[in-house]
């Protein structure tokens, strides 16, 4: 069994506490390091050298956790992201899932959504909180709506025609989180076919990372309910 090593960076001491509590009360997982600012995690993250870093969107000082992630993906590092946040401001989401965050949940998220994000982004995987899909998806189809998701589609109306239908199909698996390995190997292709099909699917929905193309595609209503489901399995 692989340990994945994890660093906690939040200014709530009882929220590191409890979470380093609940995630060491399972065998692969050990907290190898807690920071309270952003500049904090900056100065120790390369010693500390951990696969997963969760981090609060609302830090201290003059780093916010966006500016936060953005700087520790520039040192190039292993380590991936996951964003724990109480926000549910769609602007700061897609904020620090374009600074280079793989995994984004939320704080009242029951404890198993935040173990298997974890479980999931040192994987490889990408994840997005299932609540937060379909929170995305419950917006879209509200009658009415003036929300940023209505904007979003007049600016880029991107629709399933406009995606070959194997490109539909990576899309799917994206939303479910999956690695370009295991796409490959549900979709029976190579490796190579599956980052061409990722890297045109990105194009298309003009997004940087499969992250972004997650959370596009729930407000687009190019993927389903059940697919965001599937996160969590």
Known sequence: MALIRIVL???HRVVTT???AYLESFPDIRVIGVAATGEELLQRVEDWSPDVILQDLLLPGGMDGVETTRRVVAKGLPARIIALTASTDEARMMGVLRAGAV??????????TLLAAVRAVAAGRTYIDPAVGRQLVEARLK????SGTTQVRLKTDI????????ERDVLRQ???GRSNREIAAALDIGDETVKTHVARVLAKLEVE???QAI???????????????ELTN
């Open 18 to 20: 409890s979470l380093k």
């Open 9 to 11: 960076v939040d200014d």
């Open 159 to 166: 629709t399933t025609e406009e995606l070959t239908p194997r």
């Open 143 to 146: 009658p009415g709506t003036t």
């Open 174 to 176: 994206l939303a479910r």
């Open 215 to 229: 959370v596009q595609a729930l407000k687009r209503g190019l993927v389903e309910l059940q697919d965001i489901d």
């Open 103 to 112: 995994g984004y949940v939320r704080k009242d998220a029951d404890p198993e």
């Open 209 to 211: 990372n499969r992250a």
